[in-house]
């Protein structure tokens, strides 16, 4: 489910069966020389998100994307914007990112690195097939975390 009227509508009248929420993490660089690999990444983690949105549509909630630059104090952001998403009432809290700095924070929730693929060359059905391979490995994090439940 995503972060739209209609989806919340749903969300609101089943919500004891949606616990899990997923906020996508996109450092965005501006600079010329990391403005490229930038983009593809952002196309990487919003193509994953898309695939993991339509394989567990009436177990997650997906938020929009929170954006931040090489500017942004992360651990400052994981103080007051993250923490509101982890005070939500969604027992599980995903944060997905190709941005491996997030695995160095102490934060509430749970932090999905994965590296950037470069998606923008591929045809759609070697690009399916990647996304599907990084979603298969995904999977265990998910389900490690639900069964603690």
Same mark, same amino acid.
Do not use: C
């Given at each position: 489910? %995503? ?14 069966? =949606? @616990?899990?929420?997923? =906020? ?6 501006? %600079?010329? @020389? ?8 952002? #196309?990487?983690?919003? *193509? ?27 651990? $400052?952001?994981? *103080? ?11 027992? *599980? ?6 941005? *491996?700095?997030? %695995?160095?924070? @102490?934060?509430?929730? $749970?932090? =999905?690195?994965?590296?950037? =693929? ?13 996304? #599907? @391979? ?16």
């Amino acid at each position: 489910m %995503n972060w739209t009227g209609k989806d919340m509508d749903t969300y609101l009248q089943q919500k004891e069966y =949606i @616990d899990t929420l997923v =906020i996508p993490l996109v450092k965005v660089q501006t %600079n010329m @020389d990391n403005i490229k690999t930038s983009a593809s990444s952002t #196309e990487f983690i919003m *193509h994953l998100a898309s695939l993991i949105e339509t394989q567990f549509k009436g177990r997650m909630m997906f938020a929009p994307p929170v954006v931040y630059t090489s500017k942004t104090d992360i651990v $400052q952001m994981t *103080h007051t914007t993250l923490q509101e998403f982890v005070d939500t009432t969604f027992t *599980h809290v995903f944060f997905l990112t190709t941005d *491996h700095a997030w %695995n160095e924070i @102490d934060m509430v929730g $749970q932090v =999905i690195w994965m590296p950037s =693929i470069p998606l923008e060359s591929m045809d759609a059905s070697l690009r399916q097939s990647i996304l #599907e @391979d990084q979603l298969r490995q995904l999977l265990p994090k998910f389900t490690e975390q639900w069964s603690k439940q």
